[in-house]
């Protein structure tokens, strides 16, 4: 598959549970980005990676925990979550976010916390 | 930090006339000024975008302007279609930089 791809698409989790999203890029990119995406919101990113390494934290709680293996792999591990973490969780790559390049988002995780 | 405001927050117009979307900005180093289409349920995907450089770009039926001197930059979407109806985003950011901000979104919807 080609682009960006995410999973699962839909998700739904209880507040003690643990769970993972998972985000795949196909396009040999260096940057990739976890957004949350909420209803009447702009979109709000939370972390940044660039060639694995972490370079932004923006100022997300301890209970979202993001994972990059490799350039291609980003997950964003989740526990503990609040019934206001519920929204649509897109993963974007772009070329190198250390300059100004389109984003590719992916198609999201829509989660819903019980 | 960069603070990005877009308005209106949602527009209708007829099928055929045109639509603009304005935004402003805070931070007068911001260098990097893309536009967003997402469309209901779809992934954001960008449209256009300008660079501090240059203060107008068109491609076919979508124009941005900027001005920088301001710190605003529109987008014109003319002889809209109804495929045109979708969400748009605006967003700053500076080369050098990791962030992008983002607008908070304005819902077009046009009437055929």
């Known amino acids: 598959e080609t682009g960006v791809t995410q999973t699962p698409r839909h998700l739904v989790m209880g507040m003690t549970n643990k769970k993972s999203l998972k985000c795949e890029q196909h396009?040999?990119?260096?940057?990739m980005y976890w957004y949350k995406q909420s209803a009447k919101k702009p979109l709000e990113l939370m972390f940044v990676?660039?060639?694995?390494?972490?370079?932004e934290n923006n100022s997300v709680p301890s209970r979202f925990s993001p994972e990059c293996p490799n350039s291609s792999h980003l997950f964003l591990h989740l526990h503990t979550l609040q019934p206001e973490d519920s929204a649509l969780y897109l993963c974007?790559?772009?070329?190198?976010?250390?300059?100004?390049?389109?984003?590719?988002f992916g198609p999201g995780t829509r989660l819903t916390v019980t | 930090g960069e603070n990005v405001e877009q308005h209106p927050s949602t527009l209708s117009v007829q099928e055929g006339d045109s639509a603009v979307i304005k935004c402003t900005y805070s931070?007068?180093?911001?260098?990097?000024f893309p536009w967003y289409k997402q469309e209901l349920g779809k992934r954001p995907q960008l449209i256009i975008d300008?660079?501090?450089?240059?203060g107008e770009k068109k491609d076919q039926r979508i124009a941005v302007t900027l001005n920088k001197t301001a710190k605003h930059f529109s987008l014109h979407i003319t002889e809209t279609q109804p495929e045109d109806s979708a969400v748009y985003f605006c967003?700053?950011?500076?080369?050098?930089?990791?962030?992008?901000?983002f607008g908070i979104g304005t819902k077009l919807q046009v009437i055929p």
């Open positions: 974007a790559s772009s070329q190198d976010a250390g300059v100004a390049y389109e984003q590719y």
């Open positions: 396009l040999g990119h260096n940057a």
């Open positions: 990676y660039n060639f694995k390494e972490q370079t």
């Open positions: 931070d007068s180093a911001s260098n990097y």
């Open positions: 300008i660079r501090s450089n240059v």
């Open positions: 967003a700053a950011s500076r080369e050098g930089y990791q962030k992008v901000t």
